[in-house]
């Protein structure tokens, strides 16, 4: 039987870390994690009301949350220039404010740039997702997201696809990888992201490994 574990989870404390810091007494610390995917929860959807407005696609990579007694830090780490940033100071304080209504503590969102990324899994996701929504041939989808994401200078990449695929009347995975991905190597530093897509088939799922370098 195959034993299947997060390729993120399973590296933890070796090659990746956690994406929230905070401590909280046992009994407290399931409301820690409700009050995450809450904060994370809020920036997503505000971010997709307004990406109805802006042309293109949102490219969030991931979401750092640090928490003090009276104060929550949100640093949203992001791809290209979009309303949250870009000298729209007001972008970043309309987010907050919305944000901060849901909470009963003062709430700080910073915003920082990253170089590539296309590098970045959960970007690359969202690219092949919008692709894919487009009627987009999904082996081309995935080509091009591979190409994209080798310009970033990285080992390998994997991409499955699971899912009513061109709208297949049976439930197929297909997948692609360029380059070495080792998987069971715990020293090799491996990012992943799982993707979900809703289509006019129904829903496709979007899994992506990208081998970055070896401690």
């Known amino acids: 039987m ?5 390729p993120l989870g399973f590296r933890l404390g070796t090659t990746q870390s956690h994406h929230s810091f ?3 007494k046992p009994k407290d610390f399931s409301m820690g994690l409700q009050e ?3 904060i994370r929860n809020c920036i997503k959807n505000y971010v997709k009301k307004k990406k109805k407005i802006s042309s293109g696609f949102e490219g969030i990579a991931y979401m750092g949350i640090q928490k003090r007694i009276d104060l929550i830090q949100v640093i949203i780490y992001i791809g290209f220039p979009n309303l949250l940033i870009e000298g729209r100071t ?4 309309e987010l907050q404010m919305n944000v901060q209504k849901e909470f009963h503590r003062r709430l700080n969102i910073t915003i920082t740039r990253i170089e590539k990324p296309y590098g970045q899994p959960n970007i690359l996701a969202e690219y092949i ?13 995935m080509k ?6 080798e310009q970033t200078g990285t080992k390998g990449i994997q991409v499955q696809i699971a899912g009513r695929i061109d709208g297949k009347e049976i439930a197929r995975v297909e997948w692609i990888r360029e380059g070495r991905v080792p998987l069971q190597t715990i020293h090799a530093k491996i990012d ?3 993707h979900t897509i809703r289509t006019i088939y129904g829903v ?11 401690e």
């Open 2 to 6: 195959g034993q299947k574990i997060n």
């Open 36 to 38: 995450d995917e809450k």
């Open 22 to 24: 905070w401590f909280a």
């Open 144 to 149: 091009k997201a591979i190409e994209l994401t």
């Open 129 to 141: 997702a919008l692709q894919l929504k487009n009627r987009v041939s999904f082996r081309k989808a």
């Open 90 to 93: 007001r972008g970043v304080e």
């Open 204 to 214: 496709l799922g979007i899994k992506i490994w990208i081998f970055v370098n070896q």
């Open 192 to 194: 992943h992201c799982s």
